[in-house]
Structure formats: structure tokens, C-alpha cells
């Protein structure tokens, strides 16, 4: 959607197969790449670049080996701005750096090596999240021709997740990855509060990912312990919340979900399916809850509902509710 311009000088040997590249700047959405130092591409027996080093602002890339017929290629990716970002996604106002590290060998079809990736201070600098804590990510991925074994970690203040295990590099391939992680909710403060709402508690998470790429299949466990939401403008507020949300191939079951709600209780249970229809079994109860306190009304209510169904068809929900006290102001 936009002009680039391109500046560049080279001597094409032809008979050799080889180029020698001796300058380029390349511009682009405002942004330039520059090479930083004369540079050799031989193609005279299959691909081979020698000392290729490109810099966009702080960045620096460098490349240098053979691509085939078979593949021995070294690359580093050094200082490279978050915000560049923007270019594809215009509303990403992102900060933060990205370096990487890359040794390869085999062939295209089966390479093998390692890739190692650091992101470092990464956030968004615009809407709530710019008062998110920045986020550290760190990847290492070892490539074994047709699988990879990976081990990817991101921390954000007191919030961590890891995901391990082994991926295939086709979508045909299977699957065998774990997810645990640990989230305070507090982190949502900065999203939350602008609605009036606030949430407290910690999350742990269980996972494992089987399957393909393509239909992958998750079991694992979601725990909530010392939970608390509230919403100020209607006056809801569940305490002492705990939960406990398990993933059953396409399936999620909600295992338990309990609180307070002023003197009395809240609970929920049951399905939700993640294919299409979206099939929903849902159950919820109150015994003496006050889910309505603000200075309009005021409630406590005992109730027995159901909702059953899908989300993308037909819901029904049927049940009993008993408003034991109410004040309308």
C-alpha cells in the first residue's frame, strides 16, 4: 500500500554465478535498511552468502554461509526495536528489543540446528496496556529435521508461563508440548480499573497440547485460589473465590466455581465445547447471595438455573429464582 525505493550497486560476475554487493539502502514506510559492509552471494553451487550485514536503526543483521544444496548458515539478529511493529499492525505502539541467534545445517527440507530468540522490555506503550508490566521472553528451539524440541519462558512482574515439549515443522506432525504458568490477576489492574471493575487471585496453570498443528488436542487443569471480583457501578462483589476450569481434548469442563456473595453463596459448574455448535451444559446456583448492592438495589437471592444448548444456535435457560429480600431506592 505504500512506494519503496531501492539504491543499489553490485558487480554481477556472470559466468562465476556471483554477486558482489558493495551498497544498499532500502526505504520503506519511513523506515531505511542499510548494508554496513560490502557483501558476496555465489551461486555457482548452490546458494552461499558471505558476510552479509544489514542495519535498520539500532538493528543489526548478519548472515553468512551456505543455504544448498545443503546447509550450513550461521545468523544473529541484534537490537531490533519492538515498535517496528507498527509497520504491519499501525495501532501497535510497542517498546522493547528483540535479538536472536541462529546456527543451521542439513538441507531446507531437514534443517537442524538451534535457534535461540531473547525479547527484552517488551510492552505496549499505548491504551491499558501501557501500564502492563513489560514482559522478558526467552526461546530456544533446537531443529532436528522433521521435529523441533522447544522451550519457550515469558515473565511479566510476578506472572510467568513456560511452554516445553517437541513441535513438528510440518502440520501434519504430531504434537507433544506442555504449558504451566502462574498469573496474578492483579496484573489486569490497568485494563480493569478504567471499566470500574477489579480482580484479585492467583492462576495456575497445567496443560498439555497433543494432536497436530492443524487439529490440536489440550488437556490440562486451570486453578483459581483467593479469588475476588467486583464491579463498583452495579455493586457486585464475589469473594473468597475458587475455581477449578480442566480442558478435555475439545472440551472444556468447569469443574467447580464457588464464592461469596455478602452473608450467602454463588457456584457454577459444567461444559463448555470448543468446536462448533459450541455446545454449552451449564449450572448455576445462589443460596442467599447479595449479588446486587449498589444504591439503586439492593438483593439477596437463592436461585437454581441451567443453561443449555450452543452458542452458535439454540440457548435455553430454565431454572428457579427466589429474590428473598430486595430494596429499591
Request: no cysteine; aromatic share 2%.
Amino acid at each position: 500500500g505504500s512506494d519503496a525505493r531501492v539504491d543499489a550497486a553490485a558487480t554481477i560476475n556472470v559466468p562465476g554465478r556471483s554477486v558482489a554487493l558493495s551498497s544498499l539502502q532500502a526505504v520503506w514506510q519511513q523506515q531505511t535498511l542499510r548494508l554496513l559492509a560490502p557483501a558476496r552471494l555465489d551461486f555457482a553451487q548452490g546458494g552461499t552468502i558471505d558476510h552479509l550485514r544489514l542495519g535498520l536503526r539500532r538493528a543489526v543483521l548478519a548472515v553468512n554461509g551456505r543455504v544448498s544444496p545443503t546447509l550450513d548458515l550461521t545468523a544473529s539478529l541484534r537490537d531490533l526495536p519492538a515498535d517496528l511493529a507498527a509497520i504491519a499492525v499501525p495501532s501497535v505502539a510497542a517498546s522493547g528489543s528483540i535479538a536472536a541467534d541462529a546456527h543451521l545445517t542439513g538441507s531446507v527440507a531437514r534443517p537442524s540446528g538451534t535457534i535461540r530468540l531473547t525479547g527484552t522490555g517488551l510492552r505496549d506503550r499505548s491504551g491499558p496496556g501501557a501500564s502492563l508490566p513489560p514482559a522478558n521472553v526467552t526461546a530456544t528451539v533446537i531443529l532436528q529435521g522433521t521435529t523441533a524440541p522447544l522451550n519457550v519462558r515469558l515473565a511479566a512482574g510476578a506472572s510467568h508461563v513456560a511452554l516445553t515439549g517437541t513441535a513438528p515443522l510440518a502440520t501434519t506432525g504430531a504434537l507433544d508440548l506442555h504449558a504451566d504458568g502462574a498469573l496474578d490477576l492483579a496484573l489486569l489492574d490497568p485494563i480493569l480499573t478504567a471499566q470500574g471493575r477489579r480482580v484479585r487471585g492467583h492462576l495456575t496453570l497445567a496443560a498439555a497440547i497433543a494432536g497436530t498443528a492443524a487439529a490440536p488436542r489440550v488437556t490440562g487443569t486451570a486453578r483459581l485460589t483467593g479469588g475476588d471480583a467486583q464491579d463498583y457501578a452495579q455493586g457486585v462483589h464475589i469473594t473468597d473465590i475458587g475455581a477449578l476450569l480442566q480442558a478435555e481434548g475439545t472440551d472444556l469442563r468447569l469443574v467447580r466455581f464457588a464464592g461469596r456473595a455478602g452473608q450467602g453463596s454463588v457456584g457454577a459448574s459444567g461444559t463448555i465445547g470448543l468446536t462448533p455448535p459450541m455446545p454449552v451444559d451449564l449450572t448455576l446456583t445462589a443460596d442467599n447471595a447479595t449479588l446486587l448492592a449498589n444504591p439503586l438495589v439492593t438483593a439477596a437471592i437463592d436461585a437454581h438455573l441451567t443453561a443449555r444448548g450452543a452458542i452458535d444456535g439454540d440457548l435455553a435457560a430454565a431454572g428457579t429464582m427466589r429474590v428473598r429480600q430486595a430494596n429499591v431506592q
